[in-house]
């Protein structure tokens, strides 16, 4: 077999072994551990913490921390199989697959690619929608918080979220004429930093309650039949199921994380250790956050620990932290859209090579910095995707049933169908033997979860619904 890196070679003889260009012909990538972790981090602490609080309330002292601990270590297994398939073959030299498309193509084929971009891109449609109600809910509270402090808790402070979703809308129509990932680490740095910034505010909260409080919250089976009916408690328990598998999410962009790794070494042992670190990391958050916030409130614990009103003082500290969440999402919001926007920007330039409208771009000078090149098709077709995105946020801004919804379907195919077929594949592991019935048996138990999360998911949305009016939505 030829390796690609031996055809480049032949063909185009100043990329192979150049210092300006890597195997496949591209510009040399730059990305290490501590860059891909920072692009795990900011996708993968969003607004998906702010709700565990919520789902341990659901769940329990017991079962809340067990479940964390195993959606943690079901995406470490998955990540780390889904890793070892950017390269097709030899892992050092083999042909890189650019995104998670291109993987399961060189390893799946058929109706299975098909599938996998309907259900990738769709979650990434749906995550946009999901990080806009947040980042909403979290400019709101800033509102709210203030105007508590300045009545003395005598306002009720209810406003609308429309204006503060197109708010979020027009920000990023700016940010997305970032051309590429690459471009985007600045902005995941600093995603990042503020990831952390909101997880230590709502803990650091959540400590000072139990402080005030004198005693910790909760119980050992979770919220009690009485506060909630039994249908309820069952719904509630899968719906947090679906809200812990969402704050887990973000194999659907590994792959094009990946693809910002340099080498050597090998990309795959990179990014293993980036989702190492960056793993132990958000579990430990997500164990404090989810913890401390049961810890404080008990059955009452928000669903939105920061903008759910648990918390009216400090006030101030309740800003930062909402506004730390907006300038996070803001990050994550691209980090998520750029494979969506790489693979519809790929697309028309393969059906229409010769349109200058989608291949030209022009130059703006900018002083003291390089010209920004500017493509049309870009931003008009990005400016669409975000107006569209920002108008369903406005028509269903339920913040825990979307996001448990959103988890629930993007956890098993994404997450775990895929990377298991595609492993099994890649290492030619037979049909029945040990090895193939294990994986099976672990794909089939994480299904039975996800359709369990989406069935209690679609209940929330149902009861949403009944007292709900378009665009008219008050908090």
Partial sequence: M????????????????????DDDGK???????????????????????????????????IAGPVVMLLFSIVTYFTSSLLASCYRSGDPISGKRNYTYMDAVRSNLGGVKVTLCGIVQYLNIFGVA??????SAISMMAIKRSNCFHKSGGKDACHMNSNPYMIAFGLVQILFSQIPDFDQLWWLSILAAVMSFTYSSAGLALGIAQVVVNGKVKGSLTGISIGAVTETQKIWRSFQALGNIAFAYSYSIILIEIQDTVKSPP??????????????GVTTMFYLLCGCMGYAAFGDLSPGNLLTGFGFYNPYWLLDIANAAIVIHLIGAYQVYCQPLFAFVEKQASIR???SEFIAKDIKIPIPGFKPFRLNLFRLIWRTVFVIITTVISMLLPFFNDVVGLLGSLGFWPLTVYFPVEMYIAQKKIPRWST???????????CLVVSIAA???????????????KPFQSNY
């Avoid at 929608?129 to 947040?134: P, R």
């Avoid at 090895?435 to 138990?445: A, E, H, P, T």
């Fill in 2 to 21: 030829v390796s690609q890196q031996t055809v480049l070679a032949v063909i185009m003889p100043q990329t192979a072994g150049s210092k300006c260009f």
């Fill in 27 to 61: 510009i040399k990538r730059t990305g290490s551990a501590w860059t891909a972790s920072a692009h795990i981090i900011t996708a993968v602490i969003g607004s998906g913490v702010l709700s565990l609080a919520w789902a341990t309330a659901q769940l329990g002292w």
């Fill in 129 to 134: 929608i999901g990080y806009t109600i947040a």
């Fill in 266 to 279: 090998s990309e795959e042992k990179t990014m293993k250790k980036a989702t190492l670190v960056s793993v």
């Fill in 352 to 354: 229409f090579p010769d």
């Fill in 435 to 445: 090895r193939w019935v294990c994986l099976q048996v672990f794909s089939s138990g």
């Fill in 454 to 468: 989406a069935a209690g998911s679609i209940a929330g949305v149902v009861l949403d619904l009944k007292s709900y």
